[in-house]
């Protein structure tokens, strides 16, 4: 069974604090995706990775960063954490080249920054 | 640049009717994939359907159907006799070529027992 594992289902942190969210997939895809969901927003795409070290912005990047060591890990980095950043964060990863595949998501990791 | 509308942001009917949720979308690319997942309350994204821009025959799957027109821009989503399970949260999602992929804003189904 394909699987992306988001580490933290819910956490709390502080206005200020440094946040890591961590994703790993076992499909061996290319590509992987962050998205944050948001009530009447739907998802919107925060970065993206189509190989490893290899990074693009997407639709709402500031605040954030990413990482790609290794091709089964896409992590998610709150610099400085602020109040407007608490949502629901989505991992995914697909198969074909860019978007034209169906994607595969974790459960999602529930931040709320207080 | 892409778009997906998804103008009902909550629908809920009782146990065995028929409901459909619409999308609307909009690009400029004439190669372009369309998508619709499911959100059940474990907060879990499902693949439900991918359809190409070339491919304009519905889909039936079950109690889901798909019907998708270019003339009006719309790939709605049909559950026929629907259960307490369908509810969830349902996106519906427009990627082309050389874009990333586009979410509408879901809309939330409750069926009703």
């Known amino acids: 069974d394909v699987k992306v594992t988001q580490s933290s289902r819910y956490l709390v942190k502080r206005t200020g604090e440094k946040v890591f969210l961590e994703c790993v997939q076992d499909m061996d895809h290319e590509n992987m995706f962050w998205y944050r969901q948001d009530p009447g927003l739907g998802l919107r795409l925060i970065y993206f990775?189509?190989?490893?070290?290899?990074?693009e912005k997407g639709d709402i990047p500031e605040g954030y960063s990413v990482s790609r060591e290794k091709k089964e890990r896409f992590s998610l980095i709150l610099e400085s954490a602020s109040t407007n950043q608490t949502s629901m964060y989505l991992c995914?990863?697909?198969?074909?080249?860019?978007?034209?595949?169906?994607?595969?998501f974790g459960e999602g990791s529930r931040l709320t920054v207080l | 640049a892409q778009k997906v509308t998804q103008a009902q942001t909550e629908i809920s009917v009782v146990e065995k009717e028929d409901v459909t949720l619409d999308c609307v979308y909009e690009?400029?690319?004439?190669?372009?994939?369309l998508f619709w997942y499911k959100q059940p309350p474990s907060g879990e994204l499902v693949f439900l359907i991918r359809r190409n821009s070339f491919d304009e025959q519905n889909e039936i799957s079950g109690r889901y159907s798909w019907n998708f027109q270019k003339s009006t821009s719309s790939f709605n989503f049909t559950i026929t006799a629907s259960q307490v399970v369908d509810s969830a949260v349902y996106f519906c999602a427009l990627s082309e070529r050389n874009n990333d992929m586009r979410f509408g804003a879901g809309t939330r189904l409750t069926v009703k027992p």
């Open positions: 995914a990863s697909s198969r074909l080249v860019k978007n034209t595949g169906e994607l595969f």
């Open positions: 990775s189509y190989d490893v070290k290899m990074k």
């Open positions: 690009t400029r690319d004439t190669t372009y994939y």
